[in-house]
């Protein structure tokens, strides 16, 4: 599957250059041409931002202290695109979570080689382990689940769907995108079957079953609405 890239930058024709290059080399690539653009972006679709620094309005140091601060996007790499070269900005940059920095002009051949090369170091970290809500503990490796100190009994579908969710919290699913991901392939099953594995999934996990969300006509979604949430 193709790797998603968000462009951020207020010149128009760098993203135009940027976009053609990235996709030649086999990148997906979205544009956002100010912070705020790109903070409406859904960060479970992104793997990776290219983020200019001296935007007006909102800097990319603002943009990238703001995604470092979002559970959909801490752990999405960044990497500054720059004119200011100065040893203070590189590390105002990485002070401010970015990954990589490379400074205005720059080769697209080196900007490539470096997103690689950010995008496999991430690949062999992005994913938890472990995460939590509240007092909510789900453990990948053990496939084990415990709240406020107690082992809760779930079945392989039923952990599957709450790992899932947890680790993309705040997006939708729908029944088929549920099925596809937690099903093994060739399976089939119906929609009253996610729907009773989500009311399974409630029971199991008071007191946060209010946590796992209905969208009406959409499908299911984990919260991300509470202070103490983390992701390991």
């Not at 080399?25 to 001296?54: C, F, P, R």
């Not at 170091?121 to 939590?132: A, G, K, L, M, W």
């Not at 039923?158 to 093994?184: C, N, Q």
């Amino acid at each position: 599957m193709s790797k998603t890239i968000l462009i951020v930058d207020d010149e128009p024709d760098l993203c135009e250059i940027l976009s053609y290059n990235l996709n030649s080399a086999g990148y997906d690539t979205i544009v956002a041409h100010s912070g705020a653009e790109a903070l409406k972006e859904d960060y479970n679709q992104v793997d990776l931002v290219l983020l200019d620094v001296m935007m007006p309005a909102m800097s990319g140091i603002e943009v990238a202290r703001n995604l470092r601060s979002r559970q959909d996007a801490f752990s999405v790499p960044i990497i500054f695109l720059t004119a200011l070269d100065g040893e203070q900005d590189k590390l105002d940059g990485f002070d401010a979570g970015a990954d990589d920095y490379m400074s205005k002009p720059f080769s697209v051949k080196e900007l490539i080689a470096r997103i690689k090369a950010v995008l496999s170091r991430s690949d062999q970290h992005r994913i938890p382990t472990v995460v939590t809500y509240d007092q909510m503990i789900v453990n990948h490796d053990d496939k084990a689940v415990v709240i406020n100190g107690n082992p809760i009994e779930l079945s392989r579908l039923e952990f599957d769907i709450l790992w899932l969710l947890m680790t993309h919290r705040g997006h939708v699913y729908s029944r088929e995108e549920l099925m596809k991901e937690a099903w093994p392939p060739g399976v089939i099953v119906s929609a009253r079957t996610i729907d009773v594995n989500i009311t399974r999934i409630r029971k199991k996990i008071e007191p946060y079953s209010q946590c796992l969300c209905t969208r009406h006509g959409y499908g299911y979604y984990f919260t991300n609405e509470n202070e103490n949430e983390k992701t390991n």
